[in-house]
């Protein structure tokens, strides 16, 4: 396996004090509230990637849990790769249309999502690790690598 071969730190260096929150639109506190609520009472499988994806164990890429953009709640974010990781239980088969409209705005805001079904973290992790590490080596199009140093 191969997480930490090439570290994405030197393309992409951590922020300056005060850089890299947010994306300019101020989160409202109720979001930040019931983040801080899923944070604090996370899924077995939420822990188990979570175990995985912390202390940039994958290719040096920092990812956030429980993080809000726009009105929505992403399970894991990586801002600096534009890339979302989203677990989908039994309760998203029903609800195909409204996981639908959420990818698409979140793409609309230059996000790749990464959909992994409950069950494939908790008997496949290692193949849902690999196709994550793939896309932090091959960075989302919307991604410009101009102007870093």
């Known amino acids: ?3 930490r071969d090439r570290p994405i730190l030197k393309l992409f ?7 890299g929150k947010g994306e300019g639109v101020p989160v409202p506190q109720e979001l930040k509230n ?13 822990a188990k990637l979570w175990r995985r994806l912390r202390d ?20 894991f974010c990586c801002p600096t790769l534009r890339l979302i990781v989203e ?5 998203h088969a029903e609800q195909d249309a409204a996981d639908q409209a959420r990818t698409c705005f979140l793409e609309s805001r230059g996000y790749r999502v990464l959909r992994f079904w409950n069950n494939q973290v908790m008997t496949q992790l290692d193949d849902v690790l690999e196709e ?8 989302h199009p919307s991604l410009s690598l101009k102007g870093r140093g």
Do not use: W
């Open 87 to 91: 677990l989908d239980g039994g309760q």
């Open 34 to 46: 019931r983040a801080r609520e899923l944070r604090s009472n996370q899924t077995d499988v939420e």
């Open 132 to 139: 994550i590490s793939k896309c932090c080596v091959d960075p």
């Open 56 to 75: 940039r164990q994958v290719f040096g890429a920092k990812f956030r849990r429980q993080h809000p953009i726009g009105s929505y709640i992403v399970d």
């Open 13 to 19: 260096p951590r922020p300056l004090a005060g850089e």
């Open 1 to 3: 396996m191969i997480f």
